[in-house]
T-cell receptor
Framework: DTGVSQDPRHKITKRGQNVTFRCDPI?????LYWYRQTLGQGPEFLTY????????KSRLLSDRFSAERPKGSFSTLEIQRTEQGDSAMYLC??????????????FGPGTRLTVL | QQQVKQSPQSLIVQKGGISIINCAYE??????FPWYQQFPGKGPALLIA?????SEKKEGRFTISFNKSAKQFSLHIMDSQPGDSATYFC????????????FGTGTRLTIIP
């Protein structure tokens, strides 16, 4: 396992459709984060998991967004009823957290979503 | 609320020169400051990071300078090369807690021959 992987790398969808993205973190990492990055901006935090528990969600994460990490390994991010404003790069990152200390986050290559 | 401010937005440096990117933060709870390098179509890659208990960290051609009292930190790239052309993001977070990275707005660096 050489790093964080994401699938698909690119997704084009029509407005109103649902999409799901997958993230596979570095195997020994217990924390998994989702970020969104729009063109010319830095990544913005969406949500994160410690093992299978979702511990925080950003206000950016509307009720059309849902994320899961069912077995504490891979994670999925689903967007329902996509809107053109959802077009962005969705980034996944993972890190190791022990005894309350969180180590550096390592990012995957991202999934580029285009909503037509 | 933007908690990490980054400048300049874009930077052009001649090959062999020094590239300098600056960041300032507001949240005094931040205690870990990484820099990420991002190429077009790729995810951010960790470049170098510093904790506020040191004023400088150097790794190869990359150096972070940190000024805790001013709440500022900067990235210096020595002997800049065309392969360094990328977007650079400073970031900050709190290592004890639930913390997510807060990113700066990015600096597009172009190294010209």
């Amino acid at each position: 396992d050489t790093g964080v992987s994401q699938d698909p790398r690119h997704k084009i969808t029509k407005r109103g459709q649902n999409v799901t993205f997958r993230c596979d973190p570095i195997s020994e990492h217990n924390r998994l984060y989702w970020y969104r990055q729009t063109l010319g901006q830095g990544p913005e935090f969406l949500t994160y998991f410690q093992n299978e528990a979702q511990l925080e969600k950003s206000r950016l994460l509307s009720d059309r967004f849902s994320a899961e990490r069912p077995k504490g390994s891979f994670s999925t991010l689903e967007i329902q009823r996509t809107e053109q404003g959802d077009s962005a790069m969705y980034l996944c990152a993972s890190s190791s957290s022990t005894s309350g200390f969180t180590d550096t986050q390592y990012f995957g290559p991202g999934t580029r979503l285009t909503v037509l | 609320q933007q908690q990490v401010k980054q400048s300049p937005q874009s930077l052009i440096v001649q090959k062999g020169g020094i590239s300098i990117i600056n960041c300032a933060y507001e949240n005094t709870a931040f205690d870990y400051f990484p820099w990420y390098q991002q190429f077009p179509g790729k995810g951010p890659a960790l470049l170098i990071a510093i904790r506020p208990d040191v004023s400088e960290k150097k790794e190869g051609r990359f150096t972070i300078s940190f000024n805790k009292s001013a709440k500022q930190f900067s990235l210096h790239i020595m002997d800049s090369q065309p392969g360094d052309s990328a977007t650079y993001f400073c970031a900050a977070y709190t290592t004890f807690g639930n913390e997510k990275l807060t990113f700066g707005t990015g600096t597009r660096l172009t190294i010209i021959p």
